[in-house]
C-alpha cells in the first residue's frame, strides 16, 4: 500500500517555467489537498478536493491551479513559476470521518 | 477565521528531560478538531493525534500526553523523559468539523532539540 506518493521529489526551475507536481493516492480517499511550507510559515493551504470534479480554493491559491478528474490523483501546476514560490510542497489525503490527513513525502521546489 | 499559535519558536532540552509545546488556537465554530503532527529531520509529516472539541480528556500514549482546555482554547503536548528520536519539528492545526480534515490550519511549528 503506497499511501500517498508525490512525484518528482526535488525539482530547480527557472522564472516563468511551467511544470506539474503530481500527487496520486491508493487509497480511495475523497478528499485531497495541496499545502505549501515555507520557513516561519507553517503549512499554508493552497488548494483542496472533495471528490472528482471538485476543487476549491485554499488561503494561497494565487499561481496554482489544480484539477481532480479521478479520485486518485490530484496534480498541482505552476503555470509560470516565480522565485517566491520555491517551497517544498506536500499533498494529503483523507476520507470524510477519517482520523487524520495522510501526507506524501512532499517536494522540494526551487525557483530560479 | 481560524488561527493556531505555537508561541516557542525552538525549544532544546537535555535528554530525559520533560517538555511541553504550547498550542493556542482560535475558532469561531463549535465544532472543530484538533491535531498534533510530528516532522522528523527526514521531512516527512507524521500524525500524532487528533480531538474533537466534544472531548477534553487529556490523552496518554507512552511518553506522549495531551491537554486539551476549551476554557483557555489550548491543546498542549508534553513528553516525558525526552529521547534524541524526539528531535523534530512539532505542529499543531485545527480543522473545521464541516470541512473535515481537508482543510487544515497549521500553526508556526516548534523545532524541538533534544541535547544528548
Known amino acids: 500500500n503506497a499511501g500517498v506518493t508525490q512525484t518528482p521529489k526535488f525539482q530547480v526551475l527557472k522564472t516563468g517555467q511551467s511544470m506539474t507536481l503530481q500527487c496520486a493516492q491508493d487509497m480511495n480517499h475523497e478528499y485531497m489537498s495541496w499545502y505549501r511550507q515555507d520557513p516561519g510559515m507553517g503549512l499554508r493551504l493552497i488548494h483542496y478536493s472533495v471528490g472528482a470534479g471538485i476543487t476549491d480554493q485554499g488561503e494561497v491559491p494565487n499561481g496554482y491551479n489544480v484539477s481532480r478528474s479521478t479520485t486518485e490523483d490530484f496534480p498541482l501546476r505552476l503555470l509560470s513559476a516565480a522565485p517566491s514560490q520555491t517551497s517544498v510542497y506536500f499533498c494529503a489525503s483523507n476520507n470524510h470521518g477519517g482520523v487524520a490527513a495522510f501526507f506524501g513525502q512532499g517536494t522540494r521546489l526551487t525557483v530560479v | 477565521a481560524q488561527k493556531v499559535t505555537q508561541a516557542q519558536t525552538e525549544i532544546s532540552v537535555v535528554e530525559k528531560e520533560d517538555v511541553t509545546l504550547d498550542c493556542v488556537y482560535e475558532t469561531r465554530d463549535t465544532t472543530y478538531y484538533l491535531f498534533w503532527y510530528k516532522q522528523p529531520p527526514s521531512g516527512e509529516l507524521v500524525f500524532l493525534i487528533r480531538r474533537n472539541s466534544f472531548d477534553e480528556q487529556n490523552e496518554i500514549s507512552g511518553r506522549y500526553s495531551w491537554n486539551f482546555q476549551k476554557s483557555t482554547s489550548s491543546f498542549n503536548f508534553t513528553i516525558t523523559a525526552s529521547q534524541v528520536v524526539d528531535s523534530a519539528v512539532y505542529f499543531c492545526?485545527?480543522?473545521?468539523?464541516?470541512?473535515?480534515?481537508?482543510?487544515?490550519?497549521f500553526g508556526t511549528g516548534t523545532r524541538l532539540t533534544i541535547i544528548p
Open positions: 492545526a485545527l480543522s473545521e468539523a464541516d470541512f473535515g480534515n481537508e482543510k487544515l490550519t
